[in-house]
């Protein structure tokens, strides 16, 4: 192996020489067993936060550990073999699956699934379940995968998005075969915060913090779709992909200008639709209102602030609040302590 930037690289599998060994793919073998061996390959030089497979020129998997129990996989292949199967046994672990070009064929006990193009699902494996895939053309395939137990998703959640956990807690046990994926739906914030990931594992050097905020944030977006699916039928409120675009250029903004707190006429006009339509799309995509999302990113820059050992009434200047008593009182709801109990201990 060959250490590239903060990347430890195997040679392709046709290099390697009668009686050397490489650390084995995620394959047929267990995946409990790889995140074993995984582990112990990046523990050995703290240089390296990641493990690079290639098999052919071209092709190349990153494999980040997030946690001892989440796994990132950005597979980026160019030079596909169809006549290719890989088997998968990975009990008691669920696998986001957010795939931005390529066509893949699964098995999945006795259901085929064929993916095209853009997707994003959930897939769900308990013991005995057999899964198998393959590429069927010779096309690009660029994709992100999250491998991860539940233990870890409720560290991560903890009780938000409880309707899709609980999704994935059904599908892990289910009979049928066919449960055990739970498809999302591919809106841009996915798309875009996916492309991201992707972009990121090019550099030569990653930064495991920002991968740890982007796959997170790339899990949030999967969870909302997962969780307001028949929300979303039902309601009525259709939204095209140019209103997805909008909103998240709202979305963009709020980030932008946190303590400036543009007002829902402002956003409206920039989102070129009614403030009703604004307000629930924003919630359909990001599980909270305009007026809330913008609360929480002031609260979150006013902990930041106060982490810091600035005083809570410049804070709450800083951030908008007319008096201190109202931000104690929101800072209070949204953290569970006073302004001032976590400036003195952050």
Known sequence: MELQGDCLVNRPAQAVQPGETEVESAGPARIDQFLASLRTVLTQDKRVNRLRMRTLPGNSNDYHLVDPDALLIANRATNLNPEESTGIEAPGFCILRVRLEGTLDEDLGEQSHLWEGANSSFLCLSEGLRYRFKTIRRA???????????????????????????????????????????????????????????????????????????????????????????????????????????????????????????????????????????????????????????????????????????????????????????FTKAFKQAYGVTPSAYRSNP
């Open 140 to 326: 690009p395939m660029l994709s992100v995968s999250l491998v991860f137990r539940l233990p870890w998703l409720h560290k991560v959640v903890g009780d938000k998005a409880q309707g899709a956990v609980s999704k994935l807690e059904q599908a892990l046990s289910a009979e049928d075969s066919a449960a055990h994926i739970l498809h999302v739906n591919v809106e841009p914030p996915l798309i875009h915060v996916t492309r991201r990931l992707l972009e990121h594992f090019d550099q030569p050097t990653i930064e495991p913090l920002l991968v740890q905020m982007l796959t997170q944030e790339m899990l949030a977006h999967a969870l909302i779709g997962l969780d307001t699916q028949e929300e979303r039928q039902e309601s009525g409120i259709l939204l095209r992909e140019a209103d997805m675009q909008q909103l998240e250029a709202v979305k963009a903004r709020l980030d932008e200008r946190v303590t400036e707190r543009p007002s829902l006429e402002e956003l409206s006009h920039l989102a070129g639709m009614n403030r009703n339509k604004l307000n629930n799309g924003f919630r359909m995509l990001y599980g909270s209102s305009v007026g809330e999302y913008g609360r929480l990113r002031c609260l979150e820059l006013a902990r930041q602030l106060l982490s810091r050992g600035e005083r809570v009434g410049e804070v709450a200047d800083r951030v908008g609040y007319q008096d201190q008593g109202s």
